[in-house]
Each structure stands twice: as C-alpha cells, then as structure tokens.
C-alpha cells in the first residue's frame, strides 16, 4: 500500500477509535412536557440557578441489571437514578441523595404521585432541622418541587420521596434528609414516564452498580 494511503487508513481508524470514546450525547431536555403552570412557576423561581455538571445531566445509557422496563433504581453512592427502559437500556439522571445515616435503601412502590405538592415536615425533622410551618404550599420555594413520588412498602408509606428540589446546587451530593432529590424539569420527565404502583430500588451505600456510558444519538 502506498504511504499516503497507509496515512489516511490510519487516520480513518483513529478517528473511528476517537468517536468511539466519544459516544457521550445528553438526552435532550426540553420543555415540551411542561405544563403552562409549571412554566410559570419555573420562570420565577426564588433560587439560584445551578450549573450541574455533565455527567449529572439527564442521558441515556445502556443498562445491564435485571429490572424491567418502567422499574426505578437508585445508586445513592454515584448519585444516580436510572429509569429502565426496554433493550437494555435506562435514562440516567443526578440526583442528590440522603446523608448515609438517613438514608433509605430497599424496594419500595409508587404509592402516590404528586404536582406541586404540598410539604408537611416529620416530627423528626421538625426536631433535627426545625422549627418549620406544620405545612408548607406546593411551590417553585418549596423543598419538594415540582413533582414527588411517595415510596410504599405494601400499603405503608415509608415518609421518603423521588421529588423536585430548590436547591439544585446539592445534586450529585449526599445532603437531604433520606430522600431522592432532582432538578425540578428532570422530576417532570420522570415523573410523566412513571407509572404508579411501579418497582423502585434503592441500592444501600457500598452497593453502586454503576453501569453504561450515554451512547451517541440518544433521545428522552
């Protein structure tokens, strides 16, 4: 083979090998499934807008585990929550996750499913965190944001969530009280693909099943 067709064989093989490493493409995230009042509520919210790194961004990734389509998983040690979907793969969001002494690990269901939902603080948290408001309206200021999925054992709930959050600097970290916190569009995507009743696993701390990078032309 001539050297100048050596050269660019060569060249067409790394750049193949270097796309290949680059297969990195964010599921978009637009606001088409926002509703006109989640609009206007997001458009005056009273935090500061967060700049979440990359990798915490909502992608699609492959997915090895045995949960089924429409299963929630959660990996509180790389701060992510997965919803599968069918061919092996799921959609990978951030997440922020409760400190490991008040954590929740286990399988739980969508008992309940909430818009805007109003807060009402545990006695615990009253005493750890407090004092509080015994109830707290559905807003863009309120801890739980937009949406929040309550997690049940049989018919009991288990007082934590999958919800929104107004502090969106802290995804990616281990900060809340126990429950799965998202940034409020992120929760709205989910939430409109969640069914209830639906399988949610909570891997406990030094379980992480980290696995999948986004593969290129991935879609929400």
């Not at 997001?42 to 935090?47: N, Q, R, S």
């Not at 937009?146 to 999958?162: P, Q």
């Not at 009280?177 to 989910?190: A, K, Q, Y």
């Amino acid at each position: 083979m001539p050297r100048s067709g050596l050269a660019l064989l060569l060249v067409g093989l790394f750049g193949l090998a270097l796309g290949g490493c680059m297969q990195s493409t964010l599921a978009p995230s637009s606001g088409a499934n926002l509703t006109p009042r989640d609009r206007q509520l997001l458009a005056h919210a009273p935090y500061a807008q967060a700049t979440i790194p990359e990798t915490y961004r909502r992608h699609i990734v492959d997915y090895s585990r045995k949960e089924g389509p429409g299963t929630i998983l959660v990996d509180t040690d790389a701060r992510y929550l997965f919803y599968v979907l069918p061919g092996g793969k799921a959609i990978r969001y951030g997440v922020a996750v409760g400190e490991e002494a008040l954590a929740f690990a286990g399988v739980a269901t969508v008992g309940r499913m909430a818009e805007w939902p109003d807060w009402i603080p545990t006695q615990e948290i009253q005493a750890r965190l407090g004092p509080y408001p015994s109830r707290i309206r559905g807003g863009p200021a309120n801890p739980l944001g937009a949406r929040a999925l309550y997690l049940y054992e049989g018919n009991k709930d288990t007082l934590y969530r999958i919800h929104g959050t107004n502090q969106p600097e802290y995804i990616g970290q281990a900060i809340s009280s126990g429950c799965i916190r998202m940034i409020n569009e992120d929760v709205i995507d989910l939430f409109d693909r969640v069914k209830l009743g639906a399988a949610v696993v909570v891997l406990a701390p030094g379980q992480s099943t980290w696995m999948g990078r986004p593969f290129a032309g991935s879609r929400s």
